[in-house]
Nanobody, 116 residues
């Protein structure tokens, strides 16, 4: 069974930094389109950033210039480095993997709370 597991969430002050990690079992990130989504209370889940198999990345406007998506193939781990965080970044962050047609696998999520 393919599984994704996020870690690294927590409470951070506005303007601070946080690095999320996602590990996978029975799934190789380099073979999938992978990335991070988030869902704030009362809002729909939204894409934050994604990476295609050969490593190119794309970001939501809200993440550009502040967040960095990376992948460590030897460790089969996906990262999201968040800097200059804002209260509106408060959400549950989900790791995801799939294809250009859509997400096939989700992690359970990790809570990120930004205090002002």
């Amino acid at each position: 069974q393919k599984q994704l597991m996020e870690s690294g969430g927590g409470l951070v002050q506005e303007g601070g930094s946080l690095k999320l990690s996602c590990t996978a079992s029975r799934l190789v990130f380099a073979a999938y389109v992978s990335g991070w989504y988030r869902q704030a209370p009362g809002k729909e889940r939204e894409l934050v950033a994604h990476m295609v198999t050969y490593g190119a990345t794309a970001y939501a406007d809200s993440a550009k210039g502040r967040f960095t998506l990376s992948r460590h193939d030897d460790k089969n781990t996906l990262y999201l480095k968040m800097t200059g965080v804002k209260p509106e970044d408060t959400a549950v962050y989900f790791c995801a993997a799939g294809s250009y047609e859509g997400v096939e696998y989700w992690g359970r999520g990790t809570q990120v709370t930004v205090s002002s």
